[in-house]
């Protein structure tokens, strides 16, 4: 069964740091570029971050451009998001996804189940 | 950035009747669109991508059409299961997604 777990989400204050994890099992991970997805309360969605399937191509919608970090481990085949100087803005519930062909610009058919960031002091 | 703009932003619909919804783009996405369907407290799932295409395991009364920036997800009889919030989502320049409809019993 193709599946994505995520984990890592949790309280943080305004300018903290967070590490969210995605383990992928059931595809062979390393062919396809994931993203990262969020869905602040009560909103709808908003892509986050994409990475190739090498890892070697990464992307980021201006709103976390310069604070977030995505990177891939394929070895492990989890996928990651550094979140550094956190803002109330960026609570939301975290969803990793995975592309239906590979490519960064791509449909997703595959969701994590979410993890929860909430910045409040 | 190609903003999606969804509309209606709700639609009552009685079940075994028919939904509308539309999806336009500020610019062209070719045929580069997919519809999502999201329930209370789960993630969302593909229902259609390339515009038209339906993926695994999502039944027939759903279907997709459009070109450019003018899409559409229709559902032809409304079955409990489908009232949700749906949202569209281009792929053609980055990735963007309108701000959804939400189907709600009539």
């Known amino acids: 069964e193709v599946q994505l777990v995520e984990s890592g989400g949790g309280l943080v204050q305004p300018g903290g740091s967070l590490r969210l994890s995605c383990a992928a099992s059931?595809?062979?991970?390393?062919?396809?570029?994931l993203s990262w997805v969020r869905q602040a309360p009560g909103k709808g969605l908003e892509w986050v971050s994409a990475i190739s399937g090498g890892g070697g191509s990464t992307f980021y919608a201006d709103s976390v451009k310069g604070r977030f970090t995505i990177s891939r481990d394929n070895s492990k085949s989890t996928l990651y998001l550094q979140m550094n100087s956190l803002r109330a803005e960026d609570t939301a519930l975290y969803y990793c996804?995975?592309?239906?062909?590979?490519?960064?610009?791509?449909?997703?058919?595959?969701w994590g189940q979410g993890t929860k960031v909430t910045v409040s002091s | 950035e190609i903003v999606m703009t969804q509309s209606p932003a709700t639609l009552s619909v009685s079940p075994g009747d028919r939904a509308t919804l539309s999806c336009r783009a500020s610019q062209s996405v070719s045929s580069h669109l997919a519809w999502y369907q999201q329930k209370p407290g789960q993630a969302p799932r593909l229902l259609i991508y390339?515009?038209?295409t339906r993926a695994t395991g999502i039944p027939a009364r759903f279907s997709g059409s459009g070109s450019g920036t003018e899409f559409t997800l229709t559902i032809s009889s409304l079955q409990s299961e489908d009232f949700a919030i749906y949202y569209c989502?281009?792929?053609?320049?980055?990735?963007?997604f309108g701000g959804g409809t939400k189907v709600e019993i009539k």
């Open positions: 989502q281009q792929y053609n320049n980055w990735l963007t």
């Open positions: 996804a995975k592309t239906i062909v590979g490519t960064t610009e791509d449909a997703f058919d595959i």
């Open positions: 390339g515009t038209s």
């Open positions: 059931g595809f062979t991970f390393s062919n396809y570029a």
